[in-house]
């Protein structure tokens, strides 16, 4: 099985190398016959062959299954029209990756704000107030005057009603609960339609709960009492900003894998940013990055029906825990001493144990 391997920017290529060589460990263990192909985007492809998302590596991922891609650095890009594409909004459009699949859980020996929690946060990836990726032609923000700025926000029922489907499909596997996360209140006509599609969905799903809860009283109810949601769907934006809430509570952002999927296909994109405040110092946690990569093998194994892929993929997360549960391990933004690399070599043994 071919992989390929987008390492990004800033600490993108330091946590892509640790899961490079836990990806080769598990291939090593399993005999999975893995093909680990790196390609580069982002800053590194804009200097070299000038676009930070080359058209043959579209390509390449059209033709690729399974792909990781790693954080970017957008802020930093110049504009669009010189040729610095937002590699994540090309894959998520490009591929019409409709969920990003975000789980946020309490893992033993890490520190956490939260004292137990495990839940997933599946949001709508290709509309919502996202100005650069909602609009067929043109853009979703714009200024009729120098101090007017309006921004449209897109919801249709065909992507509310195949999110909230992933939720309820996932709440199955699960511990059979969805929240639906909305604004209903005020945004009564989009996020009415939202709730519309999502309560439809619900009545084919009866053996899974169905609550809703309007998404500043989650921000709360969030912090309080995170042991009690499950799966949890909501729109683009209000998704983006609770999953980094959830990721922190679980520990920090360092921690929360993801993954971009279609009903085809899926790309793994840790949930944090490309963090260049600590790039190239041996700073960053490759544990997102990791666990993205393991949820990509276990959505694949999933598809598949592929029983020693299911298998190594549930090693590879206990080999993330065996070492996260030993402090000795811990990068600094789970206040610990160890270095990305150091994380990495203790992954691999546990991976070969
Ligand atoms: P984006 O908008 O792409 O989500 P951002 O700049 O808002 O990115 P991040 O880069 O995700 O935010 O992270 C904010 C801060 O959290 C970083 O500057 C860094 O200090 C910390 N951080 C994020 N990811 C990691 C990681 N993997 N390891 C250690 N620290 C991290």
Do not use: C
């Not at 939720?167 to 939202?194: I, P, Q």
């Not at 360092?254 to 971009?260: H, S, V």
């Amino acid at each position: 099985m071919k992989i390929l391997i987008l390492p990004g920017d800033a600490i993108g290529p330091e946590i892509t190398a640790v899961t490079k060589a836990a990806l080769e460990a598990l291939d090593f263990r399993f005999g999975l016959g893995l093909e680990l192909v790196e390609r580069e985007i982002g800053l590194a492809a804009f200097k070299n062959v000038g676009r930070t998302m080359p058209e043959d590596v579209m390509e390449e991922i059209r033709d690729t299954p399974t792909t990781i891609l790693g954080p970017v650095s957008t802020m930093d890009y110049p504009p669009e029209a010189q040729g610095a594409d937002n590699p994540s909004k090309a894959i998520r459009k490009g591929f019409d990756l409709f969920a990003n699949i975000r789980p946020s859980k309490t893992r033993k020996g890490v520190p956490s704000m939260a004292k137990s929690m495990d839940l997933v946060i599946v949001r709508e990836n290709t509309e919502g107030f996202y100005a650069d990726r909602s609009m067929f032609m043109g853009n979703g923000e714009f200024m009729p005057t120098p101090d007017l700025a309006l921004a449209v926000r897109k919801i249709t029922a065909e992507g509310s009603n195949r999110i909230a489907r992933a939720a309820f499909e996932l709440a199955r596997t699960r511990r059979k609960k969805v929240t639906a996360v909305h604004k209903g209140n005020v945004m009564r006509v989009s996020d009415g339609l939202f709730m519309r599609e999502v309560r439809a969905v619900a009545e084919e799903f009866p053996d899974v709960e169905l609550d809703d809860v309007i998404v500043d009283a989650m921000a709360a109810r969030l912090i309080r009492h995170p042991e009690t949601f499950d799966v949890v769907v909501t729109t683009n934006m209000f998704g983006d900003i609770l999953s980094d809430e959830a990721s922190e509570l679980s520990g920090g952002l360092g921690l929360g894998g993801a993954i971009n999927a279609s009903n085809e296909r899926a790309i793994a994109q840790a949930a944090h940013g490309s963090a260049p405040d600590i790039a190239g110092q041996n700073k960053a946690n490759p544990t997102a990055h990791v666990m993205s990569a393991q949820m990509l093998l276990q959505w694949t194994a999933s598809r598949s029906g592929d029983n020693e892929l299911t298998n190594a993929a549930a090693h590879l997360e206990a080999a993330v825990d065996s070492v996260l549960a030993d402090p000795a391990n811990h990068t600094g933004d789970i206040g610990g001493n160890a270095g990305t690399r150091e994380f990495g070599e203790a992954l691999v043994k546990a991976i070969g144990e």
